[in-house]
């Protein structure tokens, strides 16, 4: 049984950074095909990033170049590396193994001034 859960969000001002965590069980991160999703209030969730078998990657064109997923092997992690970030970036973010259908219970990010 996969198990994720998220940690590692918080209150930021624009501008800041923060980098989430996502402890992985019943799944090994690095040989997976892994992923983060945010839903914002009132909003559908949406993909962020995913990386594949711990190299290839991709992004939501609004985070490009201000995000970065990777992955830990020996702590069997996932993470998301935010900087630069906007007001919009505020919502839950959750990780996701692809193929697989639990999810964490997220982590909320809040960008304000």
């Known amino acids: 049984q996969v198990q994720l859960v998220e940690s590692g969000g918080g209150l930021v001002q624009p501008g800041g950074s923060l980098r989430l965590s996502c402890a992985a069980s019943?799944?090994?991160?690095?040989?997976?095909?892994m992923a983060w999703y945010r839903q914002a209030p009132g909003k559908q969730r949406e993909w962020v990033a995913t990386?594949?078998?711990?190299?290839?990657?991709n992004y939501i064109d609004s985070v490009k170049g201000r995000f970065t997923i990777s992955g830990d092997d020996a702590k069997n992690t996932l993470y998301l590396q935010m900087n630069s970030l906007k007001p919009e970036d505020t919502a839950v973010y959750y990780c996701?193994?692809?193929?697989?259908?639990?999810w964490g219970q997220g982590t909320q990010v809040t960008v304000t001034i």
């Open positions: 996701k193994a692809l193929g697989y259908g639990s």
């Open positions: 990386i594949m078998q711990g190299s290839s990657r």
């Open positions: 019943g799944i090994i991160v690095s040989s997976a095909a």
